[in-house]
């Protein structure tokens, strides 16, 4: 098979399309239809063209990667998709995200759609009577993007012994780092013009849930993140503790509404109220290139102090898709 042929360099990485791109063009994945490689991608080729195993209780070991300079320049993609596996799984984040666009710069301006009461309601349109606009036009202002990342710190001869699938799951961790990090950013860009309901009283009631679902309308209420200290509170209400709801959290830790959205806990310095949203309307992601890591200090084992980061940001597509209880 060609895969066996190609040539691995660092200048891989440089190139604009990205390693994998980059890789893919050299070795087209669409050669290996109705072959045992078919549903492997360029990357994996190569980890079977090298024999590196990185999961499973048969595992290699860190130093494989390095046991040839061509190997040893998969060793940045193998943390970057790590990485990049433990920022998909952070459940919390993937629910407020309604669209996520890919750029290949850092200047990006979302657009954006009049949404008037006007706008909003049912009209009935006469015959040759003027049809009610839509306007979609450009913000004003740029998307802010933020580059959020960790410092990997870690001497070579520390963890080349180290089984891959273990190594696999502190990488991982570092990816749920970065997506708390994006968390914040997202919570902060879907409450900087998001309106808001008022609690009735001192402590929530279920009314007030009621209005925060209420609110939201024509939108559906989708998602609700509620504050650490703001949770026992809210499950301790009578309707939140149905036995569909208590079945549910039992046997599969995950927290129900009433009302059907999906209830995420979130930190207290996130959030002052509940915010409701509907997750289809709500936030666009934006993302400048994969997950980044200095593929030099990598492939030449100097792991010590390598930075491994995303550059992302968040633009509210409908604000009023989106109610803060408080």
Known sequence: MSFDNIKLEKGLYTTSKGFTKALEELDPSENYKGTEYEGLDAFQRQLKRFNIKVSG????????????SSSAVLFPEYVSRAVYQGIE??????????ATTKIDAL??????????????????????AFIPETVISTKDSL?????????????????????????????KK?????????????????????????????????????????GLSPYNMTTMLCPSSLLPELLNLEEFKDSSAGLTFHGT????????????????????????LDNRYALEKVQAGEVLTEFDKLIDRQLERAVI???????????DAVKVLE
């Open 57 to 68: 209780s048969d595992s290699d070991s860190v130093s494989k990667f390095f046991e040839t």
């Open 143 to 171: 998307t802010k993007l933020k580059k959020r990342g960790r410092m990997l710190v870690a001497s070579y001869e520390a963890i080349k012994f180290q089984r891959l699938d273990m190594f696999t799951i502190m990488l």
């Open 89 to 98: 799984e952070n459940n919390t984040l993937e629910k407020l995200i309604a």
């Open 107 to 128: 200047d990006y301006r979302a657009i954006q759609c009049s949404a008037s009461d006007e706008d909003k309601a049912l009209m009935d349109v006469g015959e040759g």
């Open 253 to 276: 830790g995950k927290m129900i509404t009433p009302l059907g959205a999906e209830l995420e806990r979130i930190d207290d310095s996130l959030s002052t109220g509940i915010i409701g």
């Open 174 to 214: 570092i990816g749920d780092s970065i997506a708390n990090q994006q968390l914040a950013d997202a919570v902060a860009a879907l409450t900087e013009n998001a309106g808001t309901v008022t609690l009735s009283g001192e402590n929530i009631a279920y009314s007030d849930i009621i209005a925060l679902w209420n």
């Open 309 to 319: 980061s995303t550059i992302t940001g968040f633009s509210p597509i409908f604000t």
